[in-house]
């Protein structure tokens, strides 16, 4: 494969790749079998998991290379059972896997990895919420993460879904964002100030000169800090969620 990789033959670009989703199935394989081990209390098998996880980003790195990551995206887009078992397995051991997560994110903000609607609503369905378990100590674990990045790649990706999609998302988000605080990444796409958020616009009176130039611009974590210095706010369900919500973006419009 490492031959394949290194030829620029056009006759063997075809090869280089089947090979290299070979070698990625065979990785995910024993990552499935290892995750769903240690969820068993096996933790003889914990170090196999960070094993397979750097074999997988390094064939990525390759794929973002030449280009044919879109197959892989799908195919991890799809790992709900691994998705699933993840929450039995302590974080210590499988936050190496929402590294994997978190380099698609990267790959597809920064337009190196392209993907239909389908795709991306699947990733971050099956995705985004180990995601943001596993963001803090992610970001304990290797100093030189670069939060800033990986959340404008997440807000990029966010943004080109429909509207609905991206409320469903902002409301998960916000209700992890509550109990988790700066370990959460944050989700700055979506803005609070003369914007259209949860059926809320602000209104602007004729004649008078727009003030959003002179104003800064608060991002939702700000809007829900300074909410929360005025009200006490615990969220019960979805429905106090959304009224919540609607209160932060009247609030800093």
Not at 92 to 118: D, W
């Amino acid at each position: 494969m490492l031959r394949e990789n290194n030829d620029k033959r056009s006759n063997t670009v075809d090869l280089s790749k089947q090979s290299l989703y070979s070698a990625c199935e065979g990785c995910l394989s024993l990552l499935r079998l290892h995750f769903l081990r240690v969820a068993s209390s096996n933790l003889a098998e914990a170090a196999q998991i960070t094993t397979q996880d750097d074999n997988l980003h390094w064939l990525m790195d390759i794929m973002i290379d030449k280009q044919i990551t879109d197959e892989f995206l799908r195919t991890w887009a799809t790992e709900v059972e691994l998705a699933d078992i993840h929450p039995q397995v302590t974080i210590v051991h499988r936050y190496e896997v929402s590294r994997i997560t978190t380099r698609l994110f990267v790959g597809m903000g920064k337009g190196q990895i392209l993907a239909s609607k389908e795709v991306r609503c699947m990733l971050l369905q099956t995705w985004l919420q180990p995601f943001y378990e596993d963001f803090g100590w992610m970001r304990r674990a290797y100093k030189g993460l670069d939060r800033r990045l990986i959340e404008d790649c997440l807000n990029n990706t966010i943004q080109t879904l429909p509207l609905a999609i991206q409320q469903d998302i902002l409301l998960a988000w916000f209700n992890h964002f509550l109990n988790s605080g700066d370990d959460c990444p944050n989700i700055q796409a979506l803005r609070c100030g003369g914007s259209t958020h949860f059926g809320v616009r602000t209104a602007k009176p004729a004649g008078l000169p727009s003030l959003e130039s002179q104003l800064p611009v608060r991002t939702l974590p700000d809007c829900i800090r300074i909410v929360a210095d005025v009200v006490s706010f615990q969220p019960s369900d979805s429905i106090f969620s959304i009224i919540f919500l609607n209160l932060i973006f009247s609030f800093c419009s």
